[in-house]
Nanobody, 121 residues
Framework: VQLQASGGGLVQAGGSLSLSCAAS????????MGWFRQAPGKEREFVTA????????WYSDSVKGRFTISRNNAKNTVYLQMNSLKPEDTAVYYC???????????????WGQGTQVTVSS
């Protein structure tokens, strides 16, 4: 599976961004999908994940209520809608595919290249 993340950019605090992760090579519905992020000097951290059927979304406490993960298996694409963005959301955001909905980096087999999200105060 090849994953291509897009949609990052620069936004002011309180604003919104929508990220996309397009997959090729295999049917995305076979995989649970996750979004992770990595800020400079920090470890990559879990943001959210969703099952292959689109059920059971799981969010980290830091984004719950502000971010929404969704997927369109017909388009082989997963989305991350980010609202009420904060400066601490600034990071490179990565999408990943794996067998189950997990919140750890090691449980995902395929990774996109990352897209930069910068939130100014």
């Amino acid at each position: 599976v090849q994953l291509q993340a897009s949609g990052g950019g620069l936004v002011q605090a309180g604003g919104s961004l929508s990220l996309s992760c397009a997959a090729s090579g295999r049917t995305l519905s076979s995989y649970s999908m996750g979004w992770f992020r990595q800020a400079p000097g920090k470890e990559r951290e879990f943001v959210t994940a969703i099952s292959g059927t689109g059920n059971y979304p799981w969010y980290s406490d830091s984004v719950k209520g502000r971010f929404t993960i969704s997927r369109n298996n017909a388009k082989n694409t997963v989305y991350l809608q980010m609202n009420s963005l904060k400066p601490e959301d600034t990071a490179v955001y990565y999408c990943a595919a794996g067998p189950n909905v997990y919140n750890n980096v090691g449980s995902y087999d395929y990774w996109g290249q990352g897209t930069q999200v910068t939130v100014s105060s």
